[in-house]
């Protein structure tokens, strides 16, 4: 396949920006969401962006080495290298020339290199709050891995740009592998680290956790790469079960319902213990994936 580095060059820029944009009005949702639940107004619609900028203007005056820096070039990194392996309406990036496999990596980044970040602190409330985070990873991972394989399996390709016309030519994942698309959303949620599994950032029990050490541009891209988390999920979930979009007034719709669906849960429950978290993510989310699995398989 001839490759179009003009276009494939357009896309690069494009897909992260576009990822961004509409991270922060996911963003804005959230608290907006949150607020109206609480009985608030909410904030106004550019706050998202306002503090990005205030936290980019200060001045940062703590750094803890290069690993520090390094942890959130990662950080930023891993999500914008999988925006150009998402297919979105108009552009497809690398998704013709990767597969769903090579995302799932991408994906790993992020939480590694704010490890690795935190690694470099001698704050004990970031080596707590990383060790679960650590440990929430491994437990989120194991339903996502198995509904991942059962998509693969079920449409008979891990290139994502197929499984959307595959969805397109016949029915949606979420109507062909309930299962696993029921699986996939419990795990997603889960990787957001939202309640009830906000276990490494906790600010009432560890200081926020691994942010404690984060200050200024490094908070600011924390706040940045938010925006890219939950862009990357609702658009992922919308690729893999709810057939993709011809156009983005059909795409946009599916991946803030998504993260709707996400942000109203997030407001229900309580925040678990790190063995509640692994316990329940291991149970249910794992065991409908594996049963989702053996359907599609049979």
Request: one cysteine or more; a neutral charge.
């Amino acid at each position: 396949m001839e490759i179009d580095f003009v276009e494939l060059l357009i896309d690069m820029t494009l897909m992260p920006l576009v990822a961004f944009l509409v991270g922060l009005v996911l963003v804005l949702m959230m608290r907006r969401v949150r607020a109206r639940i609480e009985r608030r107004i909410g904030p106004p619609f550019f706050q998202p962006l306002y503090d990005i900028i205030k936290l980019y203007a200060k001045k940062t005056q703590i750094s803890h080495g290069y690993m520090h820096d390094i942890a959130v070039m990662m950080l930023l990194g891993g999500y914008i290298a999988s925006e150009i392996l998402l297919p979105v309406p108009g552009m497809d990036g690398l998704a013709n020339h990767a597969d769903l496999l090579t995302l799932m990596y991408l994906l790993m980044v992020p939480m590694l290199g704010m490890a690795l970040g935190v690694g470099q602190c001698a704050n004990p409330n970031g080596s707590i709050g990383i060790s679960r985070a650590l440990s929430s990873m491994l437990a989120y991972d194991i339903p996502f891995v198995i509904v991942v394989a059962g998509a693969a399996i079920s449409y008979g390709s891990t290139n994502l740009v197929q499984i959307v016309e595959i969805q397109q030519q016949s029915s949606w994942g979420l109507f062909s592998m309930p299962l696993l698309a029921r699986a996939g959303l419990m795990s997603m949620y889960a990787m957001l680290g939202k309640e009830p599994f906000e276990i490494y950032v906790a600010p009432a029990e560890i200081a926020t956790g691994p942010m404690v050490e984060m200050g200024g541009k490094y908070m600011g891209a924390l706040f940045v790469m938010q925006c890219f988390q939950l862009y990357t999920v609702g658009v992922l979930y919308t690729t893999l079960f709810l057939g993709g979009g011809t156009s983005w007034l059909t795409f946009l719709p599916k991946i803030f319902a998504v993260v709707l669906i996400a942000v109203s849960i997030t407001n229900v429950f309580g925040r678990y213990r790190t063995d509640d978290v692994i316990r329940w993510i291991w149970k249910w989310p794992t065991g409908i994936a594996l049963l989702g699995l053996a359907v599609v398989m049979l």
